[in-house]
């Protein structure tokens, strides 16, 4: 059986953890800064806190931004359900718009639900392919939705208009403009899951990139004690000789990374720009090829003038399909011994956002994106004559089906 994304540990990876365990310091310390100071290299931001989740870290910046009941935050339907759960754990109510045919957030359907109630927008870098950030950052900034806001608190107040905050759970090391994932957002929350890119088991970060007035150091600060518990001085700092004293100054939260996870982030993030992105592209690259001249097959945009995926996810669509014959396709190929996926069930369809009102039929481009996709097996260690099989057996799958 090709499985769908295996993690890949390897001795460098079991090493750095050892050292962590024998190190005597196994919750967030050294080597969780370090990850830190290395994600803000790569990414080029001027701060980043590591966190347990990037379902955390998005929750935990709503809050930061006083995102509460009354509030709305606009979010696309086609995600992981993480995105709009977050908006609910606060109280807020998760406004969601359709889809582009490239799978992210279209912009015109975001103008017409922008009101003063709107706190946050949370576009997705689905696949790993950036939104068309330019023309966000251009719409979030206009004088029209500046006006409308109506800033709470004090960081509200500072940015004067809604939060763009980027669910980049799929996009570490994507391109826009040249420039790293994480510097197009306000904010950016990048996933360290297990099937993600670059893992930690679990795992997540906050990238910051925000505007003038905002000190990063203190945002770093201020963050960093709400993800533990709100106390005023963490483990490690607590270890210097008398300074066991601490304060709580606000009843926190419980998210912060370990040591021993930095550890594997540590070791990955060294070879992802030089290996695991350059791995992945290749296998982006063989399957464009395999489909490119078949009838049926809808392929990915994953590179433009403008902007290059982290190639995370490989969405194929089947075109003129239903989501019967889409289901038996997968079916099918599963048959061959190939895993296989689909990104993602829109949140209209899940029970939860169903239950609280959304309806699948007012997103028709992401229902018909999601009735058509099949997420085909990519990682670093997918061999050229694994491609090969995925490819004979999606092809088989789909003319057993539809011809
Ligand atoms: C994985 C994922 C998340 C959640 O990441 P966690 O680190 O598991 O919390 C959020 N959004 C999207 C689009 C994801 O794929």
């Given at each position: 059986m090709i499985p769908f994304s295996p993690p890949k540990i390897y001795q460098e990876i079991i090493d750095e953890v050892v050292d962590t365990l024998k190190s005597g310091w196994i919750t967030t310390g050294p080597k969780t800064k370090q990850l830190e100071k290395d994600l803000s290299a790569y990414c080029a931001v001027p701060k980043t806190l590591c966190v347990n989740s990037a379902t955390f870290g998005m929750e935990m910046i709503l809050r930061w931004f006083d995102v509460k009941e009354g509030d709305e935050v606009i979010l696309p339907a086609y995600t992981y359900c993480s995105t709009a759960n977050v908006v609910v754990h606060c109280g807020a109510k998760p406004v969601m718009v359709d889809c582009l045919d490239d799978f992210s957030i279209n912009l015109e359907e975001v103008k017409k639900k922008v009101n003063s109630r709107t706190k946050a927008i949370i576009p997705v870098d689905i696949g790993g392919y950036p939104c068309d950030y330019d023309a966000i950052k251009k719409f979030i900034k206009s004088k029209e939705v500046k006006d409308l806001f109506k800033p709470e608190g004090e960081n509200q107040t500072k940015l004067g208009r809604p939060l763009l905050m980027t669910d980049a759970a799929h996009s570490l090391g994507a391109l826009y403009n040249g420039l790293k994932s994480g510097t197009q957002a306000d904010v950016s929350v990048f996933s360290f899951h297990a099937v993600k890119n670059l893992t930690t088991g679990e795992g997540g970060a906050i990238a910051m990139n925000f505007?003038?007035?905002?000190?990063h150091d203190s945002i770093y600060q201020s963050l960093n004690i709400k993800s533990l518990h709100g106390q005023s001085k963490d483990a490690l700092a607590k270890t210097g000789k008398g300074a066991w004293k601490y304060d709580v100054v606000e009843a926190g939260y419980k998210g912060n990374m370990t040591d021993i996870l930095a550890s594997l982030g540590l070791v990955e993030l060294k070879r992802y720009d030089s290996e695991t992105i350059p791995r992945r592209k290749e296998i982006f690259d063989q399957y464009t090829k395999a489909f490119e001249n078949e009838a049926w097959a809808q392929l990915p945009t994953y590179k433009k003038e403008d902007r290059e995926s982290?190639?995370?996810?490989?969405l194929l669509r089947i075109k003129g399909i239903t989501e019967a014959q889409r289901d038996q396709i997968i079916q099918e190929i599963f048959d061959q011994e190939v895993s296989v996926n689909v990104?993602?069930?829109?949140?209209?369809?899940?029970t939860q956002y169903k239950n609280m009102?959304?309806?699948?039929?007012?997103?028709p481009v992401a229902f018909n994106n999601y009735s058509r996709e099949i997420t085909l097996p990519v990682y670093y260690d997918l061999t050229d004559d694994q491609v090969e099989t995925v490819c004979m057996a999606v092809k088989n799958a789909v003319k057993k089906i539809i011809e």
């Open positions: 505007p003038e007035p905002f000190e982290s190639y995370h996810l490989y990104h993602y069930r829109p949140l209209p369809l899940l009102g959304y309806k699948m039929e007012n997103y």
